[in-house]
């Protein structure tokens, strides 16, 4: 029987706290989900990777909004994840896309090679691009080991599970993909059994 690894999304360290006692077996780090999330603070990050030990990825995001970026918003996240680096966490998570709904190649690679030994993972920008298996293909080429998404430009997870198994079933075992958006700890077992996912993504996911 596959064991479904939960990955809880915070935005502060009370939060990511209450995580790590819970026993969820990955926290996502972030702040002001109310516009999707962005880079948390370095006294967060600071504090968190003292007092916590769960396997923790870093969002890194300078802003709400779209994920078209600017070359100095590219930087202020280079920064950002050098920081990340720096603190020893384990992972961050990136997105940044073109006009034309493609990813964004320049920043992406940038952020891989900034992240020197991190893990790094895609997250639901990945929703926004039009051609899903060529993206997975490119993500796999540059050494990204997950992508977050919810299956759908807007429906959340458990409106797209048949698009998500094709997606599970099409990076098989060469980048995991984490369904999140609308996953709960009443729905989460039922929606990885669907769909094929060992890894599952929410805010209420415990």
């Keep these: 029987m596959i064991q479904i ?6 935005e502060n360290f009370d939060q990511a706290l209450s995580a790590h006692l819970n026993k969820v077996d990955y926290i996502e780090l972030c702040d002001n989900l109310a516009v999707g999330g962005t880079t948390p603070s370095y006294g967060v990050l600071q504090q968190c990777q003292k007092m916590i030990s ?18 100095e918003e590219i930087e202020i996240m280079s920064n950002d994840i050098q920081v990340c680096s720096q603190l020893k966490y384990d ?12 990813l964004d190649e320049k920043a992406m690679t940038l952020w891989k090679e ?5 893990a790094v993972s895609c997250h639901m920008a ?14 796999v080429a540059w050494g990204f080991d997950a992508i977050l998404t919810k299956g759908h430009v807007t429906q959340k997870a458990p409106q ?28 989460y077992q039922d929606i990885a059994k ?10 209420k996911i415990r």
Excluded: W
């Design 54 to 71: 769960t396997p923790m990825t870093v969002l890194i995001r300078a802003r709400g909004g779209d994920f078209i970026y600017t070359d």
């Design 160 to 187: 797209n599970l048949e698009n998500l198994k094709k997606l599970v079933t099409y990076a098989g075992d060469r980048i995991c993909i984490i369904p999140g958006a609308g996953i709960t700890k009443e729905n």
């Design 114 to 118: 900034r992240a020197k030994s991190m």
């Design 194 to 203: 669907q769909t094929g996912a060992d890894r599952i993504h929410g805010t």
């Design 5 to 10: 690894k939960r990955e809880q999304c915070v």
């Design 126 to 139: 990945f929703d926004i691009l039009d051609n899903y298996e060529y993206a997975i293909d490119q993500l």
């Design 91 to 102: 992972s961050i998570r990136v997105g940044a896309i073109t006009k034309n709904n493609t």
